[in-house]
């Protein structure tokens, strides 16, 4: 099974700076999606950004970005002008393109935006 | 549009009480259905998945099972909980290769 590892339990950033989170996965297979998702407080999943794997140009919604390395099997996430609201868990997630039935989820970033 | 209920919001049952939490996704055919536990402040963890009216496939061994009656309703359930099944259960679907779409979550206090 693919494997999803995020090593920051937590970050903390000031409101209106940059924030980059980190995200590692293994996997055998060429083709698969990437995904960021934000859990606030109310515990509602949210899809931040998504990333297709035989797409070499970084996905971008608004402030945020991802930069997306596929021989590194890395996949972080910038947020931009960070807002309060920006405060959450989240989580980055696979997909396989072809037995792509399974998500496979890391075990999350706690994200503080400091005043 | 689409659209996922998950229901109850929140629930509180005694050891070795029966459980049963319902899933129902509207505005899709044939979605993949998907049961995730999340201990507190921890990471997602895959209870069971379904790729259609039947079919479900087990990852985590242990006293949950779950069910597919009906192409758009998906059903977790115990008949005897433990205090290890409290948690936060979360209902997400999806179709072809993208995104889950998750439910608001059930949150079980097992007592």
């Known amino acids: 099974a693919q494997t999803v590892t995020q090593s920051q339990p937590e970050m903390s950033v000031q409101e209106a700076e940059t924030v980059t989170l980190s995200c590692t996965y293994d996997t055998s297979e060429s083709d698969y999606y990437l995904f960021w998702y934000k859990q606030p407080p109310s515990r509602q999943m949210i899809l931040v950004i998504r990333q297709e794997a035989y797409k070499q140009q970084n996905a971008t919604e608004n402030r945020f970005s991802v930069n997306f390395q596929k021989a590194a099997k890395s996949f972080s996430l910038k947020i931009s002008d960070s807002q309060l609201g920006d405060a959450a868990m989240y989580f980055c997630a696979y997909r396989s393109l072809f037995t792509g039935n399974q998500f496979y989820f890391g075990t999350g970033t706690s994200l503080t935006v400091i005043p | ?111």
């Open chain 2, 1 to 111: 549009s689409q659209t996922i209920h998950q229901w109850p919001a929140t629930l509180v049952q005694p050891v070795g009480s029966p459980l049963s939490l319902e899933c129902t996704v509207e505005g899709t055919s044939n979605p993949n259905l998907y049961w995730y536990r999340q201990a507190a402040g921890r990471g997602l963890q895959l209870l069971f998945y379904s790729v259609g009216i039947g079919q479900i496939s087990s990852e985590v061994p242990q006293n949950l099972s779950a069910s597919r009656p009906q192409d758009r309703q998906f059903i977790l359930s115990s008949k005897k909980l433990l205090l290890s099944d409290s948690g936060f259960y979360l209902c997400a679907w999806s179709v072809s290769a993208v995104e889950a779409f998750f439910g608001q979550g059930t949150r079980l206090t097992v007592v």
